[in-house]
């Protein structure tokens, strides 16, 4: 059954996330053959409509309006719905980001209609829409059909690859006007916390440390190998704890859960509570003094050893390696 | 001031996960109030004790969500109410809860919602902005600090590391991020206390409310565990060589380089 899906494209600093392309992908396969419609909403992001149908979408539908500069969940939802209205859409995607965690309960309330979380694949199977999520923090898996009204999930970035860019495309990218009424929370300040560069829950390679690191000054190399990688540096909850770094590093049961490709967990002892937000990470390497410690039965490659003599030396060997390249 | 708390009882955080019968195995497991939900009883104790008023917290859920209950009690919330669904509903989901709370929530009058950003059982953060819109309030989720003054709000938000100044007002529903606050451990007492607090049981029925009404949108057709990892290759030899080793097996077996 052929259906006309709608996929929000979220931008951020005048691009749009990664993790857009990935729901353009899954919302290609919750259409089954149908069409595939983009939404973007802002003050000025028209221009961005074309690059989501390089990505897979059939044409765009753009809301522009100075009250929707900055996400708010009132302004969105005006905004969403409005384009709900004019489309009518058997299916609808988001990215499970902090706007799509914010959003899309509101819309699924607004519609009654159900909402599949977090998702990290999806399939056709049996004549259903099938997504696959992790539930217990990751220690299990569901696979989960919506059973009433139209199909509505919001995927993790980095799990569903997005589809091959195609420069050739071409589709519609048109203006809905919606007069965006009361907003009832306003932003009024962003202080920007986050490490510049590479988002946590999208890098593709994430370095993390934990108490092994001992210090604030410590996590210096952890970020020069991170740089080398064009990766993010995360850190164990432990680390947190003890004001090596900012809370916003923290991977885990409390805080973020990652999926890259290669998670190298330095100094790390590997609490289940850690586990459980990067357990599932592509590719897993340990490095720690303790060889008993629990992150060695997670890893995909271990090092038993001083971090502070490892991570340097691996530093040194990717620079090597990046120059070969 | 009118203070609610939504709360859910969830696996305990170290507990192991096996399947039985396709579904998650309770049996001999711990339970605990959901960590996310205990910062939030905690914010709602902190606001009533410097406002005023009452806190209420709410569960849906079956009766052995009464520990937990007791246990919000004990830390000092003034009344519990379990919705109890378990002749009703066999298999719920964020539609059915969501709209129990909001039914149960819509005549009290709340000035402040507060809960979890998420459960860290089922995961979706679904319920919290679902209740604020079924109430048609706004809401801020994960919030990392909360100052009320009169209706006025300040809350900051965690996006994603970054920090938000909301500006907003009451009646509200926030949903409690890490680091809001740091949640107590139930006095004793708090716990003698806890026996004689009200704790209030209602089922559908008392809301007025039919199972159809509430009937899931969604479905969960199969639950498995990951698949087993294989014990990792721990590398062995002078440390350089071991370095060397990873990076060369990170770029040509794995792949990921």
Partial sequence: MSRKVLVLGEVRDVSLRNVSFEAVAAAATVAEGGEVVGVLVGESVSALGLELVKYGADRVVVVEDAKLAQYTADGYAQA?????????????VFGHTALGKDLSPKIAARLSSGLISDATAVEVAGGNVVFTRPI???????????????????????????????????????????EIKELRAIIQDVVRKAAEGVDLSEAKVVISG?????????????????????GAVGASRGACDAEYC???LQIGQTGKVVTPDLYIACGISGAIQHLAGMSNSKVIVAINKDPEANIFKVADYGIVGDLFEVVPMLTEEFKKLKVHQ | MNIYVLMKRTFDTEEKISISAGKINEDGAEFIINPYDEYAIEEAIQVRDANGGEVTVISVGNEEAEKQLRTALAMGADKAVLINIEDDVENGDQFTTAKILAEYLKDKEADLILGGNVAIDGGSGQVGPRVAELLDIPYVTTITKLEIDGSDCIVTRDVEGDSEIIKTSLPLLVTAQQGLNEPRYPSLPGIMKAKKKPLDELELDDLDLDEDDVEAKTKT????????????KVLSGELAEQVKELVNLLHTEAKVI
């Avoid at chain 1, 934990?210 to 990688?229: H, I, N, T, W």
């Fill in chain 1, 80 to 92: 969403l719905l409005a384009v709900i209205d004019q489309e009518k859409p058997e299916g609808i």
């Fill in chain 1, 136 to 178: 217990y923090s990751g220690k299990a898996f569901e696979k989960k059909i919506v059973t009433d009204g139209f199909i509505f999930a919001t995927i993790r970035p980095n799990n569903i690859p997005p589809l091959e860019k195609d420069e050739s495309r071409s589709g519609e990218v048109t203006a809905l006007s919606v």
């Fill in chain 1, 210 to 230: 934990g108490r092994g690191v001992k210090s604030a000054e410590g996590f210096k190399p952890l970020k020069e190998l991170a740089d080398v990688l064009g």
């Fill in chain 1, 246 to 248: 900012d809370y916003s």
């Fill in chain 2, 221 to 232: 057709i199969e639950i498995y565990l990951p698949p087993k990892k294989e014990a990792g």
